[in-house]
């Protein structure tokens, strides 16, 4: 259990803390002279919900249930506040086949920068955020089996000498999908922002299925559409 006030730490201790915490997934927000990625995390969550975070299970889902013994909450207190971390982006939610809600810590920092694109991201931060954001994203992305890091190819075997292979499968998974969020694409937005393009390319936008496409409608990120059998 954790709690900010009795921790023993500063605001900036927590920060610095849960920013080292999230560089210990597949890539996170190494230091930057100008401090972007500790003002981004400030901006989105408060020192208790760093705290909270940190002490999520890193890479499996888990109950409102597991997080009230683990906090020492209520099971109503622990529900709404994963819900209010969940609709604003700050973690990821799914529902199971059987209707229970389970939770996961932001599959790796970049989804935190993804989860709220376009809603309260400082066009300031974004050159000094960049340097080292993505850096060796793809070598962490494949058959990683958690939310966010679904991406084409689906699978490393679709990897054929070091070059993409993704057009066949892409089709293939999407002719399967019903349910699609779409919403502006951060990385080229972001490039106009920056000033490295004069606009944004008429198909600038990202597509989110499934459950991941539910979450990503439910904070405001996108616009939902029940597609019958049409490719996005």
């Not at 340097?131 to 962490?140: D, E, N, R, S």
């Not at 000498?161 to 499968?169: A, H, R, S, T, W």
Request: overall charge negative; hydrophobic content about 40%.
């Amino acid at each position: 259990m954790s709690d900010f006030a009795t921790c023993g730490m500063t605001e900036d201790e927590v920060y610095r803390a849960f920013q080292e915490y999230l560089d210990k997934f597949g890539f996170g927000y190494c230091a930057v002279e100008g401090g972007h990625e500790m003002a981004m995390l400030k901006g989105f969550y408060t020192p208790q919900e760093a705290l909270w975070c940190m002490d999520m299970p890193r890479n499996e889902f888990f109950s409102a249930q597991w997080f009230a013994d683990a906090e020492g909450m209520t099971l109503e207190q622990a529900k709404e506040t994963l819900r209010d971390l969940a609709v604003r982006g700050n973690i990821y939610r799914e529902k199971t086949a059987d209707g229970t809600m389970t939770y996961h810590m932001e599959p790796a920092a970049h989804g935190i920068y993804e989860f709220h694109a376009g809603k309260v991201i400082n066009a300031n931060w974004i050159p000094g955020l960049y340097g080292t954001m993505a850096g060796g994203m793809l070598a962490q992305v494949y058959d990683a089996g958690i939310p966010f890091y679904r991406c084409v190819p689906a699978k490393s075997e679709l990897v054929r000498d070091g070059d993409l292979e993704p057009d066949d499968d892409l089709f293939a998974m999407l002719s399967t999908h019903r349910r699609f969020c779409v919403s502006p694409c951060a990385c080229l937005h972001d490039a106009v922002r920056v000033r490295r393009h004069g606009r944004v390319p008429d198909h600038g936008e990202a597509v989110a299925t499934a459950h991941v496409g539910t979450f990503a409608h439910r904070p405001g990120l996108g616009v939902h559409d029940e597609s019958h059998g049409r490719h996005a």
